[in-house]
Each structure stands twice: as structure tokens, then as C-alpha cells.
């Protein structure tokens, strides 16, 4: 089993460029998550997903979108990205098992 | 709203020396998760503590919940260098169904001196 994958690792991105992060799971997990990750902060909820077709609003949701086509799969967006998003980006799943399982993060620039 | 404090920030110690770092709630916690992450790494899970006054070790770490569930420590005996990392606490967002929602602590960096 992979666990929880994370597409791109590392990304660059000019003010205003848009990009998607892909987040798959093989756990069959039923929860998925996106936080970020900023020096000091902890890690912050961006939106979640309680099952396929339904996603959710988070601690941070401001200028991200997200969707999740199927059970596997998390993507999130940045439709105009902004330099206050560099950040690392964490996905996780959980349920049925009760504590979340990360994946390994991407680390956003945006210069 | 629901806050989730950790103290202290920054841990420096030499080897062989014991850690410990506190997490507190505002709110009472129906359980309470422990993550380990390293350096360039990504969180990963160690515990969760559901029982009021709950107490469980792993080897060398303790971890215990408060009376109240309001509060936890995670305490590691004879710190080694393998135990580098960034501790967090989480506990579920109160109110309604939390779908599994964690609140996390900022986390306490620990730093081991060989």
C-alpha cells in the first residue's frame, strides 16, 4: 500500500498563477483533508471531504478550491496564487480508522 | 473559538536528558492524538488518548490525559537522537459531528544535542 500520495512534490509559481494539488489515498478511507503549514502556526484546515462528491469549508478555505470526483482522489486548487500561500501543503485520510494519515506535502513557492 | 495550546516551542536538550511538552484545550476533548513529525518529513500518528486520567507508554515515551480532558503531556524518558522532530497534539473540533476533524496544537520542536 502507498498511503497517501501528494503530486507535486515541490512547485514555483508566479502571483496569479493558478495550479492544482492531487492528493490520492489507498486506504479506502472515507475522510480526506487539506491542510497548510506555515512556521509557528501548527498545521491549519483548508477544506475537508466527508465522502465522494462532497467537500467542505475548513479553519483557512480563503482563495483555494477543492473537489473530490472519487473516493481516491483530493484535489485542491489556487485559481490566482498569492505570495502569502507559500507554504507546505499536507493532505490526510482518516475513517474508519480514527487518526489521520499524511502524505509526504508539497512545498509551494509563490513568488 | 476551539484553541489548542502547546507549551513550550522550542525544546533543546542533550542526549540522555528527559523531555516533556503540555498541550491545553479550551474546551473539553473527547479523545486526544499525538503526532510525531521529522524534519522534512510529514506527521505521523503515535497515540490516542480517550479515557479521562488515561496513562500509555510506547517504550521510552508516556503519554497522559487529564482528569478534566482538557489537557495532555507527552513525556520521553532519556532523550535520544532519533527523537528529533516536531511533537503535536490534536483534539476533534467541538460542536456537531467533527468527520474527523483535528484542531492541532502549534507543536513543540524538539532538538537532541548528541
Known amino acids: 500500500n502507498a498511503g497517501v500520495t501528494q503530486t507535486p512534490k515541490f512547485r514555483v509559481l508566479k502571483t496569479g498563477q493558478s495550479m492544482t494539488l492531487l492528493c490520492a489515498q489507498d486506504m479506502n478511507h472515507e475522510y480526506m483533508y487539506w491542510y497548510r503549514q506555515d512556521p509557528g502556526m501548527g498545521l491549519r484546515l483548508i477544506h475537508y471531504s466527508v465522502g465522494e462528491g462532497t467537500t467542505a469549508k475548513g479553519e483557512v478555505p480563503d482563495g483555494y478550491n477543492v473537489s473530490r470526483l472519487k473516493k481516491q482522489n483530493f484535489l485542491l486548487g489556487l485559481e490566482s496564487a498569492a505570495p502569502s500561500q507559500t507554504s507546505v501543503y499536507f493532505c490526510?485520510?482518516?475513517?474508519?480508522?480514527?487518526?489521520?494519515?499524511f502524505g509526504p506535502g508539497t512545498r509551494l513557492t509563490v513568488l | 473559538g476551539q484553541q489548542v495550546m502547546q507549551i513550550p516551542q522550542y525544546q533543546h536538550v542533550q542526549e540522555g536528558e528527559d523531555f516533556t511538552t503540555y498541550c491545553n484545550s479550551s474546551t473539553t476533548l473527547s479523545n486526544i492524538q499525538w503526532y510525531k513529525q521529522r524534519p522534512g518529513g510529514h506527521p505521523v500518528f503515535l497515540i490516542q488518548?480517550?479515557?479521562?486520567?488515561e496513562v500509555k507508554k510506547q517504550k521510552r515515551l508516556t503519554f497522559q490525559f487529564g482528569e478534566a480532558k482538557k489537557n495532555s503531556s507527552l513525556h520521553i524518558t532519556a532523550t535520544q537522537t532519533t527523537d528529533v522532530g516536531t511533537y503535536f497534539c490534536?483534539?476533534?473540533?467541538?460542536?456537531?459531528?467533527?468527520?474527523?476533524?483535528?484542531?492541532f496544537g502549534q507543536g513543540t520542536i524538539l532538538t537532541v544535542h548528541p
Open positions: 490526510a485520510s482518516s475513517y474508519p480508522d480514527p487518526e489521520q494519515f
Open positions: 490534536a483534539g476533534p473540533i467541538a460542536g456537531g459531528t467533527s468527520y474527523g476533524k483535528l484542531t
Open positions: 488518548l480517550v479515557k479521562s486520567g
